[in-house]
């Protein structure tokens, strides 16, 4: 049975920071290209980063420089280590996983940065 479950979210202040974690099972995630992306209210889902089965990685333009992924063959888990949140950032984040004929995604965790 796949599972991708997604924790660590939370209510933080701007300018705070949190880590995100994916723990993957059911598939082999060392060969799957890992992703998190995120949902605001009213807007489409978008990509947020990724890192490839070789670590390349890639981060959307508006979160180079704060946002930073990562990831533990040994533990099965992928990371989202966010600083410098915005209010912006405010949405629900989803961890994906992509492979040969699969596609999965977690059931998101809830970031909330306010005052």
């Known amino acids: 049975q796949v599972q991708l479950v997604e924790s660590g979210g939370g209510l933080v202040q701007p300018g705070g920071s949190l880590r995100l974690s994916c723990a993957a099972s059911?598939?082999?995630?060392?060969?799957?290209?890992m992703s998190w992306y995120r949902q605001a209210p009213g807007k489409e889902r978008e990509l947020v980063a990724a890192?490839?089965?070789?670590?390349?990685?890639t981060t959307a333009d508006s979160m180079k420089g704060r946002f930073t992924i990562s990831r533990d063959n040994a533990k099965n888990t992928v990371y989202l280590q966010m600083n410098g949140l915005k209010p912006e950032d405010t949405a629900v984040y989803y961890c994906n996983a992509v492979g040969f004929g699969f596609r999965y995604w977690g059931q998101g965790t809830q970031v909330t940065v306010s005052s």
């Open positions: 059911g598939f082999t995630f060392s060969s799957s290209t």
């Open positions: 890192v490839t089965s070789f670590g390349g990685r």
